[in-house]
């Protein structure tokens, strides 16, 4: 292109008018010299065209390597090898890394050799690296970046310093450093696909180890980076689907569910591992409201990008009638999960053992998660080790001691904000002080964790319930469990799918309902529901 036409794309690149660049080159891209090539990939990255990026940026590095330009060939490969990586394709990432490694080895030491060890690093620690490793990992390149004076590479380092001292359990202490690597991000130092990326990583690991504390402050940093970016910026989509993961927590499931397929969908073929996570969550969402179907659609989404949809997958076929080949599924994803991947399904899978009669097991699995908690002492996880110690003891009679666990844990899932956690939390502790003779206790708890699940809508949840309570007016055991629903808030598509009925069969047992009761409206039965007991 001549300078007259590539000159005004300068210009709109000075001003981050990245559609205006996009404009301006795409249109011509066979013509471009290897520098516009660039800096098209950079416009279609900054307005969330991944593919379209990584493919023009596959052309100028070959473009690159011809010409001789081997250190910004050596950038170029480690920048696609972050982006295939963070797209869902590891093989390719690796290969592109390895690509990259082959380039920068034949450079001086420099800032490249300190970016190249921390996708090592970073690669290695997820799946399973050493923190030995990668402690020397962050030593190097904290060298590196006190000899080039780089603030990147002392995010880098503090990153992979922090990670691998997580790793052994001195969870505080990584995230001193987590928390300062921050800081050159915060401060525009940080080149935006890096400062992404450490974004992601750091929030990631507050969801595995189930700090959802740390979780929400990290994320809000997150979108305060990123919304100045553009409703187009990839790391914008992104940080609105964590905040997402967190509504679900709180509940505010129908926000989450008219919004997170949409949002999942937008990052596929750009993000798929969280693409994954987002589509594993609405399928959660939808199995807590009761739509069987809706969430096995989005668990199936979630495993065409690699997510093992569990342990929420499994939960679902056990609330389907098949406990045992719910056990199963959760017994071949322990056996691939990491360690925080166990922990998360760790819970369901000690609940199931019992369930099915396998107490040995139950305490097995219930020790893992116990050892597992105390090592990286993080809240969700003491709670979940708590909740999980807590049904072994009431299978094993000893109910009052169960209580004291229940009640720490409780504490916990308050405090975290997390409210189903909560109300499940309460259905155990109903359970215990029953068994401990504790009546009044009992039905205390159990009506904080309907009020919880009502509140949430819950339908399964309230059925469950809520199926022991008395007939009134003639009222048949359907009629009940269709009322005990429309109470709780859910339409009549939700009943539908928690009763495996038609929305037809749902309003005509909501007409008898009108007729047994003697009212008109859903709003008037719920009312009558809630002062006779029923809901």
Known sequence: MTSDAVSPVRLARGRRDWRAVHAGLAGARDELSTSDLGLLAEAAWWLGDSPESMAVSERAYTRLIAEGETHRAADRALRLALQWMVRGDVSVGMAWLARARRVVADLPRGVLHGYLLYVDAAADLDLTGSPEDADEAARQIDVLAREHDDPTLRSFALVIRGLAAVRRGHTREGFADLDQAMLPVVAGQVDALWSGDLYCTVIHLCDELGDLARMRAWTEGMTRWAEPQGRSFMYAHVARIHELQLLVAEGAWETVEAELGARSADLVGAHGWLAGEGYYTLGEVRRLRGDAAGAREAYGLARALNHDALPGAALLTAAGGSPGEALDELRVGLA???RLGRARML????????????????RTLAAELEETAEWFSTPGLLARAAQARAAILVAEDRPADAVVLLEQAAAVHRQQRHRHATATVHEALARAHRAAGRPDRADAAAATALAIHRQLG???DVVRLSGGAHRPCGLTERELEVLRAVAAGAT?????????????TVGRHLANIFTKVGVGT???????ARDNGVA
């Not at 819970?347 to 139950?362: F, I, K, Q, R, T």
């Not at 859903?522 to 009558?528: E, I």
């Open 492 to 504: 009549n598509r939700e009943v539908a799918v928690a009763l495996v009925i038609s929305e037809k």
């Open 458 to 460: 819950a339908v399964p």
């Open 347 to 362: 819970p369901a899978a000690v609940d199931l053992s019992l369930a099915e009669g396998e107490p040995a097991y139950a």
């Open 336 to 338: 691939d999960a990491t």
């Open 522 to 528: 859903r709003t008037a039965a719920a009312a009558w």
